[in-house]
């Protein structure tokens, strides 16, 4: 039994690729850990502008986190190593380790990321798409040919 999607109406062609970014995006929901927040940054005269994920990584180093973009998915890793010459009386902070996927449209670049006071920020940078307008000729009927 095939599924039907918004997607699946047959004026819209080409679109199976979103259909399945969307799927792949609610697959990435996680637990909610760690938080995040995405922003819209302005620039100065810039309509596109900037976009900003911001995660709250406190305890985590440089070291410990990673960043990867792969087939319009950016993946943020984070995986903290026990210090096993620490004796915890209590132990409220865990070190645990995450991972938050966020998949990209098309034209949206990452353009760096910085780790400050416990905060990791991830800059994109939305590209306006050219637009292009393309006249289709059509073209002459085939001729029939005659049987002779």
Same mark, same amino acid.
């Given at each position: 039994? /095939?599924?039907? /999607?918004? *997607?699946?109406?047959? *004026?819209?062609?080409?679109?199976?690729?979103?259909?399945?970014?969307? %799927?792949?995006?609610?697959?990435?929901?996680?637990?909610?850990?760690?938080?995040?927040?995405?922003?819209?940054?302005?620039?100065?005269?810039?309509?596109?502008?900037?976009?900003?994920? /911001?995660?709250?990584?406190?305890?985590? @180093?440089?070291?410990?986190?990673?960043?990867?973009?792969?087939?319009?998915?950016?993946?943020?890793?984070?995986?903290?190593? %026990?210090?096993?010459?620490?004796?915890?009386?209590?132990?409220?902070?865990? @070190?645990?380790?995450?991972?938050?996927?966020?998949?990209?449209?098309?034209?949206?670049?990452?353009?760096?990321?910085?780790?400050?006071?416990?905060?990791?920020?991830?800059?994109?940078?939305?590209?306006?798409?050219?637009?292009?307008?393309?006249?289709?000729?059509?073209?002459?009927?085939?001729? @029939?040919? @005659?049987?002779?």
């Amino acid at each position: 039994m /095939t599924r039907m /999607t918004t *997607l699946s109406n047959p *004026l819209l062609l080409g679109f199976e690729e979103i259909e399945r970014l969307i %799927d792949r995006a609610a697959k990435g929901g996680g637990d909610g850990y760690p938080p995040y927040n995405i922003e819209r940054i302005a620039s100065d005269g810039d309509a596109a502008g900037l976009l900003r994920i /911001t995660l709250a990584v406190a305890g985590f @180093s440089r070291d410990d986190l990673e960043i990867t973009l792969e087939d319009k998915q950016l993946t943020i890793r984070g995986k903290q190593q %026990d210090d096993k010459t620490r004796e915890y009386v209590y132990r409220g902070i865990a @070190s645990r380790q995450f991972s938050r996927t966020f998949v990209l449209a098309d034209g949206i670049e990452v353009k760096g990321a910085d780790l400050s006071n416990g905060l990791l920020a991830v800059d994109l940078q939305r590209l306006e798409p050219e637009r292009l307008v393309k006249r289709i000729e059509i073209g002459a009927p085939p001729r @029939s040919k @005659s049987r002779g």
